[in-house]
């Protein structure tokens, strides 16, 4: 039985794969140019899904990434695109139950492979020291909704009219807890402990705050 | 041309794409400057970032080359074949005027001027609609009587012009910079004329010449008669309003009057409807009709355009492919008649809004209790109040409110930053600032403890009147942001209000307060911020629910936080009540914010308890979201800037410590199911319990129709708010009372959330669902 399988983008080969399933689901028009700026620069970031009994064949799903520094405060990483073919989008749970992996590919719910997609860049951003995550959908795309807030994201703010077509934007962030080994480090730091001690109505804080709601896109 | 590249120009030319335009083949001079370049590379220019890559074009590319024409069904080129000249039915001009005033309201919604306005296709060939450039093919014997051209070199040209006028106007409120372009509105003119230099006035006499020809003539039925008179008299109405100054409220408010009678007159005379589409034929340019082929004139109710008729040609979707535009096209559906009248029912009050706002709040008085206030109830009301048919109002009525608040000079248009910081205490504890100010002044012995305000220095009271001059102009301009960008504004302004409140302890704590009573106004000075602070954050918290910006497990410390800020707000009120006179207006409005946040306090209470089982437990991930969603209160500016501590700060580890309490005696009393069984073995009240403290207090306020003292025409609003919640007590009225109740309640099956059909913050309650074995 075929099961998932991913790997990173690997070159330009793949872009007319990955630039067909994109144009196909999302309703903002991309050029080219679009795909290369995050494919050239963050390949390492965007990962394809194979059926396993079709390794070399099209891929069924993509995900294109990018991670940067965001406002001198953050490492952020950004999902720009996220795409699974249509004919392996299945809502709920497949045929042959809650753990589909290894059943016929056909059955795997969209989620699944669109999850397995979304952890392997997370964790190539975790990777390159991500301290979070964020991308933009619109209000009603409960399906991506669903799919990132069962990984842990959050829906940080609402963008009015973010989109062409005017609909509204959710941005999503998923604040990426610091390692075990950053917490030994930061416990040590004397600054932080000061704070610990005098500041007993400021909980600690984790992502340094920035005034970012003027900023369109984190794009 | 590059060495060894020749290009066969003759044979070039006939496969080119744009034959006929004299394009030249460059497909060697691209091979010449690339022929450096490996395989699969690519170069980044500086700078270059994803902005740059978005903007580039793919000629050829149907969402973003607005240069293409699409052959499709063989609809293409429909401009191609709209002819000016041609005579119109009056219905015919009564359904261009009536689609043209649909699109300027899409243009009122958000969208770009060249997907909506101009679209009709008259705007861009208003020349040829002059009189005196208007031609006359036929001879006056062969012209349709029932065609008369006075109907569009008269009547259709001055609506066009006005409504260029219109939208213009309209324009120049925008622009002002409260409204966020882009995002409320577009601003992109595509370089077409509003008429920019054209004044207002000069259109208006044209439509009256128009109005005057329709009444007049012997042309037209009265049926068409009425039926353009009617949209000619709400084209003047509206030009008239949007050319009338908010600070002259009286005049815009009797102008929306007029504009909702002449409403009216249209929403009887609907226009005819479009043709039913049958197959896709090319449409002919049909000329002048000969005289035994005349449609015989019909009303225009009930009745169809004809499928040949010449005005279904007269808008172009595709319109921005002809005009300089950035971006992409985008087919906005013309709204239908009955929509086009809603959104324009909806423009006209909040414009009647914005006028009554700018006239000073309560009837007969300008500068009254409450005359402040109205302006926050007002935008707060009109957000918690679920509307159908509005979701928010239009940018150019919040933008009239943001200016007619405040322009840069006067607020109000008459009153001054010192009137504001006056009124804003005045309001908010009962006495003015002056006199506040020199009762500081007197008593004033400096803070022995403070590094800067010891004996000698003065209080620093002109830096708070400097904060405040500073805050409370952005603070009510913000109040007409969209409401997601409101709340984000909010956010970020509670810093600058904790430092006011910073600024009142200092000063309190440097005051000799020996002779004063404990309910003095003056012991409870730090708590005039804190009210407002604290207003604030609750908004913050639970405007984040209508946003829809909660997942499930965030639900629960939602509704603890409101719990703790509630109450802080209310032990500031309980202060500050003591101090006020008796009878006061000031009392009243805080005898009304004590129950109304009770009623808050008791619901979130309630379903704080209820939506526990929402909580995974899982304070790995739970930890780093909620520094995210609260980040606005862990901003080092609060330790930089300021001595006091924050009050009512979002604690985590507090709120683990409630749900920890509340589980352990529910897992601990399990098998206690009576009625009896007291709430304190809960630690908190039972969640139907609350509701039940809710929904009487509540109940107080509806049958006594108290709602505050600074409502002024939005206090209704407030009562029907209060009622709202009311209905929220009703549905939730079967929320446990027992501990078992508590530890079987599913809030996943049985809460629902319904922001845009229920209520903005909380669930209602559904049956249970039957469990099967």
């Not at chain 1, 940067?68 to 999902?79: D, F, K, P, T, V």
């Not at chain 2, 409260?178 to 595509?190: L, V």
């Not at chain 2, 009050?349 to 914005?354: Q, T």
Request: net charge negative; with cysteine.
């Amino acid at each position: 039985m075929a099961s998932i399988l991913y790997r990173q983008y690997v070159g330009e080969s793949d872009l007319p794969y990955i630039m067909r399933l994109v144009q196909s689901e999302l309703s903002e028009p991309y050029v080219i140019y679009t795909f290369r700026y995050f494919l050239h620069q963050w390949p390492h970031l965007s990962f394809l899904a194979y059926p396993s009994d079709s390794p070399t064949g099209e891929p069924v799903g993509v995900v294109v990434c990018k991670q940067s520094m965001h406002n001198e405060l953050a490492n952020r990483g950004y999902i720009a695109m996220l795409s699974v073919d249509k004919k392996f989008r299945k809502r709920g749970i497949g045929r042959y139950g809650i753990n589909t992996f290894g059943a016929d590919l056909f059955y795997l719910p969209f989620s699944i492979i669109a999850t397995g997609l979304v952890r392997n860049s997370i964790e190539a951003m975790k990777q390159d020291g991500v301290d979070e995550v964020v991308l933009e959908t619109e209000y009603d795309n409960f399906a991506a909704l669903s799919l990132y807030e069962s990984l842990g994201f959050i829906r940080e703010k609402r963008l009015y009219r973010f989109y062409l077509n005017g609909k509204d934007a959710f941005r999503l962030v998923l604040a990426i807890p610091p390692s075990d080994d950053e917490d030994n480090t930061q416990s040590a730091s004397p600054n932080r402990s000061n704070q610990i001690r005098h500041l007993s109505n400021r909980a600690i804080c984790v992502s340094p705050y920035s005034d970012d709601e003027d900023e369109e896109s984190s794009r | 041309m590059a060495d060894g590249v020749t290009v066969d120009f003759g044979q070039a030319q006939a496969e080119l794409p744009g034959q006929g335009f004299n394009f030249q083949d460059v497909t060697g001079l691209f091979k010449q400057a690339s022929k450096d370049l490996e395989p699969n590379s690519f170069i980044f220019m500086d700078d270059f970032g994803f902005q740059e890559a978005m903007s580039a074009l793919e000629i050829g590319e149907p969402r973003l080359d607005t240069g293409l024409i699409l052959q499709t069904n063989g609809q293409d080129h429909p401009n191609e074949k709209f002819d000016p000249h041609a005579p119109l039915l009056p219905e015919e001009v009564c359904w261009i005027l009536d689609r043209a005033l649909g699109f300027e309201m899409e243009f009122h919604a958000g969208n770009f001027l060249a997907h909506t306005v101009y679209t009709l296709i008259y705007i861009h060939r208003l020349r040829d609609i002059e009189p005196d450039v208007f031609v006359d093919t036929l001879s006056s014997e062969q012209q349709d009587p029932l065609r008369p051209t006075s109907l569009v070199t008269l009547v259709l040209r001055v609506s066009v012009q006005a409504l260029l006028k219109s939208v213009d106007l309209v324009w120049r409120e925008l622009a002002k910079g409260g409204m966020y372009d882009a995002e409320d509105w577009q601003s992109d003119k595509s370089e077409v004329s509003l008429l920019e230099g054209v004044p207002a006035a000069f259109i208006i006499k044209g439509l009256e010449s128009a109005i005057a020809w329709v009444a007049d003539t012997h042309q037209l039925s009265d049926d068409a008669k009425s039926s353009l008179l009617a949209r000619l008299l709400l084209r003047q109405s509206l030009l008239q309003i949007f050319n009338t100054d908010i600070t002259r409220p009286e005049e815009t408010l009797k102008l929306i009057s007029q504009a909702r009678t002449h409403l009216g007159y249209l929403k009887a005379r609907p226009p005819p409807l479009e043709p039913i589409p049958t197959t896709p034929a090319s449409i002919p340019n049909l000329g002048v009709p000969k005289s035994n082929s005349i449609i015989p004139s019909t009303s225009v109710s009930n009745t169809y355009l004809s499928s040949t008729t010449p005005a279904l040609l007269s808008f172009d979707p595709h319109v921005g492919r002809t005009l300089q535009m950035s971006s992409p096209i985008r087919v906005v559906p013309a709204p239908s008649f009955e929509q086009t009248c809603t959104m324009v029912e909806n423009l006209l009050e909040g414009l009647e809004e914005a006028a009554v706002l700018a006239r000073g709040g309560k009837e007969g008085e300008n500068d009254g209790f409450g005359a402040l206030g109205v302006w926050q109830a007002m935008s707060d009301v009109g957000l918690w109040l679920i509307n159908k048919d509005r979701t928010t109002r239009v940018p150019y009525a919040r933008s009239l409110c943001q200016t007619s608040f405040y322009d840069g000079f006067k607020i109000m248009s008459r009153f001054s930053i010192p009137w504001l910081i006056n009124q804003f205490f005045y309001e908010t504890c009962g006495v003015e600032w002056d006199e506040i100010r020199s009762v500081i002044l007197e008593r004033w012995r400096g803070d022995q403890d403070h590094p800067l305000l010891n004996e000698g220095s003065p209080p620093p009271v002109l830096q708070l009147e400097r904060l405040l001059s500073k805050n409370l102009t952005a603070h009510f301009r913000a109040l007409f942001h969209n409401p997601p960008r409101r709340r984000r504004y909010f956010m970020k302004s509670l810093v600058e209000w904790h430092f006011f409140y910073d600024i009142l302890t200092e000063i309190r704590d440097g005051l000799d307060l020996d002779d004063i009573h404990p309910s003095h106004l003056l012991q409870h000075l730090p708590s005039i911020a804190l009210v407002w602070r604290l207003s604030i954050v609750r908004e913050v918290v639970l405007s984040a629910f209508q946003l829809e910006l909660y997942t499930d497990e965030e639900k629960p410390f939602a509704y603890w936080y409101a719990t703790q800020v509630i109450e802080e707000h209310l032990r500031c009120l309980d202060g500050l009540v003591q101090g006020a006179e008796d009878g006061s207006e000031i009392q009243s409005e805080m005898q009304f914010q004590i129950k109304f946040m009770s009623i808050l306090q008791a619901l979130c209470t309630a379903l704080f308890v209820s939506t526990l089982p929402l909580l995974s437990f899982n304070w790995d991930q739970i930890r780093p979201n909620f520094f995210r969603r609260y980040k606005w209160a862990f901003r080092t500016a609060y330790d930089d800037n300021s001595q006091a501590p924050v009050v009512a700060q979002p604690e985590l580890w507090r709120f683990i410590k409630a749900c920890g309490e509340i589980l352990r005696k529910v897992e601990a009393n399990t098998d206690e199911d009576s009625s009896d069984a007291s709430s304190m073995s809960l630690g908190v009240s039972f969640p139907g319990d609350c509701v039940e403290l809710a929904r009487t207090i509540a109940q107080e306020l509806v049958d006594s129709e108290d709602c505050g003292s600074i409502g002024g025409a939005w206090a209704k609003d407030r009562l029907l708010f209060v009622k709202n919640l009311l209905a929220v007590c009703e549905t939730l009225h079967d929320l446990p009372t027992t501990i078992s109740g508590v530890d079987t309640f599913d809030p996943r099956m049985q809460l629902q959330w319904d922001v845009s059909g229920f209520h903005p913050w909380f669930p209602k309650l559904l049956p249970p669902v039957e469990q099967t074995s």
